[in-house]
T-cell receptor
Framework: DTGVSQNPRHKITKRGQNVTFRCDPI?????LYWYRQTLGQGPEFLTY????????KSRLLSDRFSAERPKGSFSTLEIQRTEQGDSAMYLC????????????FGEGSRLTVL | AQRVTQPEKLLSVFKGAPVELKCNYS??????LFWYVQYSRQRLQLLLR??SRESIKGFTADLNKGETSFHLKKPFAQEEDSAMYYC???????????FGTGTKLQVIP
């Protein structure tokens, strides 16, 4: 297992387009988190799953953002009608429910909205 | 709501000098605190957690509930310590990890 993987690593899109990011967690990890990071800021929590259930979603997350983890394995994060303010690094992390707080991060997917 | 504050965006020290990266938190429950590190061109990774009370790469951190602090310390900085350091809080009630804004540690040779 090579750890958490994310793709694409980089995405450039035009404002108004939809984008989707994929995250493959460490196989035995039942928790999966999505974070967003902008320049000069720490990772900002977006949402998390325990197995296939989405248990919490940030109030800062607009309705244009949706995440799924259909079979409790990989997850997707979709942003509809992208805006320039969505430009950021999107980080995925996974953990065991018995080791809460110990997150294993992917390398991130960088989104640039023109 | 929980919050993590790292007051310094940049900390520059000379090699061999002591290092202290500051972290303060606010949380009404019983917190679990962590330090994460991101070296250049690498992914964010866990450095240490307060409940293990261990020293990793010479770094230690003590949870001070009275001062709501979890400062990261190392007695003698090495060039390879140069990186971004993030303090993080796991809140059992919300079941999520909240990160500070990070401190860039620059060790000058």
């Amino acid at each position: 297992d090579t750890g958490v993987s994310q793709n694409p690593r980089h995405k450039i899109t035009k404002r108004g387009q939809n984008v989707t990011f994929r995250c493959d967690p460490i196989s035995e990890h039942n928790r999966l988190y999505w974070y967003r990071q902008t320049l000069g800021q720490g990772p900002e929590f977006l949402t998390y799953f325990q197995n296939e259930a989405q248990l919490e979603k940030s109030r800062l997350l607009s309705d244009r953002f949706s995440a799924e983890r259909p079979k409790g394995s990989f997850s997707t994060l979709e942003i509809q009608r992208t805006e320039q303010g969505d430009s950021a690094m999107y980080l995925c992390a996974s953990s065991l429910v018995t080791a809460t707080g110990e997150l294993f991060f992917g390398e991130g997917s960088r989104l640039t909205v023109l | 709501a929980q919050r993590v504050t790292q007051p310094e965006k940049l900390l520059s020290v000379f090699k061999g000098a002591p290092v202290e990266l500051k972290c303060n938190y606010s949380y009404s429950g019983s917190p679990e605190l962590f330090w994460y590190v991101q070296y250049s061109r690498q992914r964010l990774q866990l450095l240490l957690r307060h409940i293990s009370r261990e020293s990793i790469k010479g770094f230690t951190a003590d949870l001070n509930k009275g001062e709501t602090s979890f400062h990261l310390k190392k007695p003698f900085a090495q060039e390879e310590d140069s990186a971004m350091y993030y303090c993080a809080l796991f809140s059992g009630g919300y079941q999520k990890v909240t990160f500070g804004t990070g401190t860039k540690l620059q060790v000058i040779p």
